[in-house]
Structures are given as structure tokens and as C-alpha cells.
């Protein structure tokens, strides 16, 4: 037995440090999304997680969780703009926003879903 303890050892070490790794990749995935946010003006009137002029980000994402397809719907509103959805405030289509970037922030704002994770 005594000779498996340090392989045993390793191994719990090793799973450690892939998980820290892995925890280190989304917290830049995110952070990367938020750039993304912030270079694109959209922080002008949304917050991560409270109402400014639109709906906070993480309402959001919430709303949509079991929407199929909701990356995709949630891009072309970032790019055409979106009214009636969320309150007599409409946004005005965000034409400056490429399809890729829209994809990416789209993305990332369905990632800010607590629910998804348990
Ligand atoms: C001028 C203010 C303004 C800016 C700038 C803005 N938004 Fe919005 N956004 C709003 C408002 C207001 C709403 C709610 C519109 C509605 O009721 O349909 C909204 C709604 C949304 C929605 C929900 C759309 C839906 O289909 O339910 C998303 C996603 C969103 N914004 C993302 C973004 C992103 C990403 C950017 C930056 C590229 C951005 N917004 C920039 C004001 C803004």
C-alpha cells in the first residue's frame, strides 16, 4: 500500500492543478466577453448584473437559459437592435458590433447564467 501513497499523492496533485487551470480559462473567457462589451459601448447602458438603460446582463441570461437558440437570437438583436422586449425603452441596432464580436458577447452574456452551472 505504503508504495502507491505517493503516486496516489501525484495524482491528487495533478487533478488540482488541472482544475485551477480550468478555472483560470473561464475567468479570462469572461473577462474577455466583458472587454468585448466594453469596447463595443454596450456598458453605456448595461450593467453585468443591474438595470441602467437596459436590462442587466445576467437578467438576461437568465430569461433565455432554455431558449434554443438563444446565441443566435441574442446576436441579431445586439446587431439589428431590439424593442418591446424589455420595457418601453428600445435599443437602437448596434451596426458597428461585427457578426463575430455580436456572436462572442452573445455568448458570453448566456455564460453569466448562475443556472447553467448546477
Ligand atoms: C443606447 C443604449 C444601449 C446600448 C448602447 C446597448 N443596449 Fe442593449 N439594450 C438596451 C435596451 C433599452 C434594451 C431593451 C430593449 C427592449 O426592450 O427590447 C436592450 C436589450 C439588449 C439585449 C436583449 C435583447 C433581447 O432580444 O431580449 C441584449 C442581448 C443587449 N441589449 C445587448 C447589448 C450589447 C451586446 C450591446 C453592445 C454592442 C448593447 N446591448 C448596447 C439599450 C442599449
Do not use: Y
Not at 469572461?30 to 453585468?48: D, E, K, P, Y
Not at 443566435?72 to 424589455?86: C, D, E, N, P, V
Request: charged residues 15%; hydrophobic residues 45%.
Amino acid at each position: 500500500m505504503l508504495i502507491f501513497k505517493p503516486l496516489f499523492t501525484s495524482l491528487v496533485f495533478a487533478v488540482t492543478i488541472s482544475m485551477a487551470a480550468a478555472t483560470t480559462a473561464q475567468a479570462s473567457e469572461a473577462s474577455a466577453g466583458l472587454q468585448l462589451a466594453r469596447s463595443n459601448n454596450c456598458m453605456s447602458c448595461h450593467q453585468v448584473d443591474q438595470k441602467r438603460v437596459g436590462p442587466a446582463m445576467t437578467v438576461i441570461a437568465e430569461r433565455f437559459a432554455d431558449t434554443e437558440g438563444a446565441a443566435a437570437h441574442l446576436a441579431q438583436s445586439i446587431l439589428k437592435g431590439s424593442r418591446g422586449q424589455w420595457g418601453p425603452v428600445p435599443m437602437p441596432a448596434q451596426s458597428h458590433v461585427t457578426d463575430a464580436n455580436a456572436k462572442l458577447i452573445a455568448a458570453w452574456i448566456l455564460s453569466l447564467n448562475d443556472k447553467k452551472v448546477d
